[in-house]
């Protein structure tokens, strides 16, 4: 079957960095997705990754390696408003988007 | 760009009764719609996939006389929740994707609660 594994929860401080983790086994590979969520919001896109290596944006990286079938997404100089779920999404060869169950940030003054 | 747009953002129904559910993409034509559900603390589950004039493709377990989806146009499609029930109250959101999308990234609508009594 097709899986994505992600932490349930993560506590981190303000102004520091968290690094959260995505591993996945799915029927092929079209690229990994990162959303961010608000409670009781609709996500939004944060990254997307289908060559390894580093995508930087600003704040937040995401870094992919398809022999290893992990991902982590790395969120720099923490901010309150970073609280929030994190999804991890894998387009498998059929272009299906297969979804994480997503990382509760939780980030303390 | 790439706004999505849902309505109601929030409704509350009686048991029995139908709901409908709109999703507009604003700014752009979108190629393919999708519904999701999600629970409280899970993450989305995909319900359905729709493309402009053609019939939705739903997903294993979903019944697709209960929900109903029209995708009329390029720029709207519909979820109709059929005689409601309480297990049905849920947060759905739709989603939307462009050709023009550099990545064939989703974008999401605001998502609606819907409360069944």
């Known amino acids: 079957g097709q899986n994505i594994d992600q932490p349930t929860e993560m506590t981190a401080t303000e102004g520091a960095i968290v690094q959260i983790n995505c591993t996945y086994q799915?029927?092929?590979?079209?690229?990994l997705f990162w959303y961010q969520q608000h409670a009781g919001e609709a996500p939004t896109f944060l990254s997307y990754?289908?060559l390894d290596g580093l995508e930087e944006k600003g704040r937040f990286s995401s870094f992919l390696s398809r022999s290893k079938g992990y991902s982590y997404l790395l969120l720099k100089e923490l901010q309150m408003k970073d609280s929030a779920s994190y999804l991890c999404a894998v387009r498998d060869s059929n272009y299906q988007l297969i979804w994480g169950a997503g990382t509760k940030l939780i980030i303390k003054p | 760009g790439a706004v999505v747009s849902q309505h109601p953002s929030w409704v509350i129904c009686k048991s029995g009764t139908s709901v409908k559910i709109e999703c507009r993409s604003l700014?752009?034509?979108?190629?393919?719609m999708f519904w999701y559900r999600q629970f409280p603390k899970q993450s989305l589950m995909l319900m359905a996939t729709s493309n402009e004039g053609s019939k939705a493709t739903y997903e294993q377990g979903v019944e697709k006389d209960k929900f109903l989806i029209n995708h009329a146009s390029l720029t709207l499609s519909t979820l109709t929740v059929t005689s409601a029930h309480p297990e049905d109250s849920s947060f759905y959101i739709c989603s939307a994707t462009t050709s023009s999308g550099e990545w064939g990234e989703q974008f999401f609508g605001p998502g609606t609660r819907l409360t069944v009594l």
């Open positions: 990754n289908v």
């Open positions: 799915t029927s092929g590979f079209n690229g």
């Open positions: 700014d752009f034509q979108a190629t393919t």
